[in-house]
């Protein structure tokens, strides 16, 4: 009938294990003990474990068997060794909690014992295959040992063996890698020789930029750059004059300025360029009136040049007419030593000397 109490497995915790309480009075299940002339009563594991007292007990047993195994398990014992030796004590007290379990519900405990069985089953394959696995890795690592220690022998015995030839290997090894270095540093003399070149010749064309255009770092960054970049570049033959060839350059520079910029130039260049009218006709009126200005003065300056020129003529006629005078008087001295009728050769010296300070003045 379910109204019964079920049948409960034996325990299986250990007789060293087990709980007693002593008495002076025998009870159900008590046995006696000659030694202390008591009768003992087992009260874990119980034949009714329905209390709290019987987890409290399997609790404490529990622990005190993990922490046992923990302080073999620091002491770097064997962890297969220690697991099998921790896996029947845990089963012994999951059977226990089953004993406990099944006493107040029998459908309850068959399960949990199912399932505990299960997970021992399957953790026990685990533990086979795991153990199977870390033989045959050991077994293969000896054997790597075993192939490396022979490996290593033969090294050595090779070393012992051949001792010319390595010295033979490192010779020849040391004499290529000389001829690669003596080629390194060829290449090395050449590229620096090259170097020097390129630099000499990157100063000289500095320098024939300069000689063109000696303002050039004003300009070098102007916004006309990209204007300059887009024009086309004219060609010319090799046999062309420099002349046509410089005149190409500014133009194609002029074409880059707005119109504004190029009557500016034009007026500032019309003197160097012979096309006064042609400035005059294309500058704004400032420019007009400026170059009409300086075409004035440049009238003044000739006139004034043109009239010294006549002066000069004049002097230099009068000056003739003196020294031919000056040479008649001389020979009439000559001729006549004692007459002193026209003027004297010191006066006329003087005269002539006059005449030539105004000249030059």
Same mark, same amino acid.
């Given at each position: 009938p379910h109204f019964l109490t079920p049948r409960?497995?034996?325990?299986l915790i250990p007789q060293g294990d087990r709980v007693t309480e002593a008495s002076l009075f025998p009870s159900r299940g008590a046995t006696?003990?000659?030694? %202390?002339?008591k009768w003992h009563t087992v009260v874990f594991p119980s034949g009714k474990p329905s209390s709290r007292a019987d987890a409290v007990f399997l609790d404490q047993w529990v622990s005190g068997t993990i922490e046992k195994y923990a302080l073999r398990l620091s002491r770097k014992e064997d962890l297969f060794e220690a697991v099998e030796n921790?896996?029947?004590?845990l089963s012994i007290g999951l059977h226990e909690l089953v004993r406990q379990v099944t006493?107040?519900?029998l459908e309850r405990g068959m399960v949990l014992e199912k399932i505990w069985r299960t997970y021992v089953e399957l953790f026990d394959r685990v533990l086979s295959e795991l153990k199977a696995s870390v033989a045959h890795h050991q077994a293969r690592t000896e054997t790597i040992k075993e192939e490396l220690d022979a490996t290593h022998k033969e090294l050595i015995d090779m070393r012992r063996q051949h001792p010319r030839q390595?010295?033979?290997l490192i010779t020849t090894l040391e004499s290529k890698f000389s001829e690669r270095q003596s080629e390194l540093e060829d290449q090395l003399r050449f590229r620096e020789a090259e170097s020097i070149a390129v630099s000499?010749?990157?100063? @000289?064309?500095?320098? @024939?930029i300069e000689t063109f255009f000696p303002l050039f770092r004003h300009y070098r960054s102007t916004s006309l750059k990209p204007l300059l970049a887009a024009l086309p570049i004219p060609h010319v033959h090799d046999n062309v004059a420099a002349e046509v060839a410089i005149a190409d350059d500014f133009k194609r520079i002029l074409g880059a300025l707005p119109i504004e910029k190029r009557k500016k130039i034009g007026a500032l260049t019309y003197t160097l360029l012979g096309l006064t009218r042609a400035a005059q006709q294309s500058g704004n009126a400032e420019d007009s009136a400026a170059v009409r200005e300086l075409q004035a003065r440049h009238d003044r300056l000739k006139e004034e040049n043109s009239s010294l020129r006549q002066e000069v003529r004049d002097m230099q006629r009068v000056l003739r007419e003196i020294q031919h005078k000056t040479a008649d008087? %001389?020979? %009439?001295?000559e001729s006549a030593p004692r007459l002193h009728t026209g003027p004297?050769?010191?006066?006329?010296?003087?005269?002539a000397s006059q005449s030539r300070g105004a000249l030059d003045a």
């Open positions: 409960l497995p034996a325990s006696y003990r000659e030694t %202390d002339q921790l896996l029947p004590i006493h107040h519900c390595m010295q033979q000499t010749q990157l100063r @000289e064309l500095q320098g @024939e008087m %001389d020979d %009439d001295q004297s050769r010191s006066k006329l010296s003087a005269a």
